[in-house]
């Protein structure tokens, strides 16, 4: 191994990348998504969640109870058609249907069930969807199965939002710029020379595999690190453990970037390695976030780094990481990245192999 060699590949890939305007697009659009985040949460923390209600009976105590909550503006209608055109005409982004008997079954112990619509295109529908279960929680007088305690990082006296925090967004956002920095760059670079026959012209220089995989993934990993402590400095993403934040989005950079140098070692031409690259990154972003909803996703979950990235990222944020889970997570992702930097240099092996 040549740390000249290493540091030559580091630099030539990093002087290239400044001028070139595809990288430069790929590092823009999660700059921006990070910026725009937090003046969303901040309009939405600013509305009210405008609720249509219709009474099949006998409830009048808890549509007071919600009249009473600043943050809904409630609207009781007499039918179940009014309630439709409400929603349907946008008057109103949320609404509850309270069956007759639900008062009664509350006195009696007896678990009623309720309706509730959304209309995910109005912004204001977020409010609800985020506090109605709490509200009708409050409401009954019960008890979550555990105790949670939940700290808003922005407030609206501070220019945040007051019922939404865009930190709880963080996590994914900093996800979304490993994978595609990771993901987009690497192939691109890797192809292109491929097509301009600068990557053989390194292949049969006295430059080894491994000089050729670590100068990359240098610059890589040293750009997608950079990118991801912007958007955690503007987003105030060094709440909670700021060393374990660190490290996860380090390892996680770093199994991103070997996925794009493998991506970019199997593919000739930078069409394919674009495919394939959309066709990664999409349940890379996706199903960690979608894990808690079935057992079967969950499953999938567990194989995917992005997963321990994002359960790493979001429990060192928000303080509630254990050390056993954290250092579980850390060393899931150390083992995958020794597995693709492996299958990597294999790769780019064989390519020697055949030049």
Do not use: C, H
Not at 91 to 112: C, Q, T, V
Not at 161 to 168: I, K, M, N
Not at 208 to 227: C, N, P, W
Not at 254 to 272: D, R
């Amino acid at each position: 191994m040549s740390f000249k060699s290493i540091y030559t590949i580091f630099l030539k890939d990093l002087r290239s990348s400044i001028s070139d305007k595809t990288i430069l697009l790929i590092i823009v659009i999660p700059l921006l998504v990070s910026i725009a985040i937090p003046l969303l949460m901040m309009q939405v923390g600013s509305m009210n969640a405008s609720v249509a209600v219709y009474d099949e009976g006998n409830n009048s105590e808890f549509i007071a109870y919600m009249e009473s909550l600043d943050f809904y503006n409630v609207t009781t209608v007499n039918s179940m058609e009014m309630l439709n055109e409400t929603i349907v005409n946008g008057d109103a982004s949320s609404a509850i249907i309270i069956p007759a008997n639900f008062s009664d079954d509350l006195e009696k112990g007896i678990r009623p069930s309720m309706d509730i619509w959304i209309n995910p295109t109005k912004t204001d529908s977020v409010i609800f969807s985020s506090t109605y279960k709490e509200v009708l929680m409050n409401y009954t007088k019960q008890q979550f199965p555990v105790n949670i305690s939940l700290s808003i990082i922005g407030t609206a006296e501070s220019g945040g939002a007051s019922l939404v925090s865009s930190t709880g967004l963080i996590p994914m956002v900093i996800l979304l710029t490993t994978v595609l920095l990771g993901v987009s760059i690497l192939p691109y670079t890797l192809t292109t020379e491929k097509e301009k026959k600068t990557l053989d012209a390194i292949l049969v220089s006295p430059a080894s595999e491994k000089d050729v995989i670590y100068g990359k993934m240098l610059f890589g990993r040293a750009l997608t690190m950079a990118v991801s402590l912007l958007v955690l400095a503007i987003n105030n993403g060094f709440a909670g453990n700021p060393v374990a934040t660190v490290l996860f989005t380090l390892l996680g950079s770093t199994a991103f970037v070997g996925i794009g140098l493998l991506i970019g070692s199997y593919s000739n031409t930078y069409t394919t390695a674009s495919v394939i690259s959309s066709i990664v990154m999409l349940p890379m972003i996706l199903i960690p976030s979608f894990a808690a909803l079935s057992d079967s996703v969950a499953m999938i979950a567990k194989v995917l780094p992005s997963t321990y990235m994002y359960n790493g990222l979001s429990d060192s944020m928000y303080g509630n990481g254990t050390l056993s889970g954290t250092l579980t997570g850390l060393a899931a992702l150390v083992v995958f990245n020794a597995a693709i930097y492996a299958l990597t240099i294999f790769v780019i092996r064989k390519r020697r192999n055949i030049t």
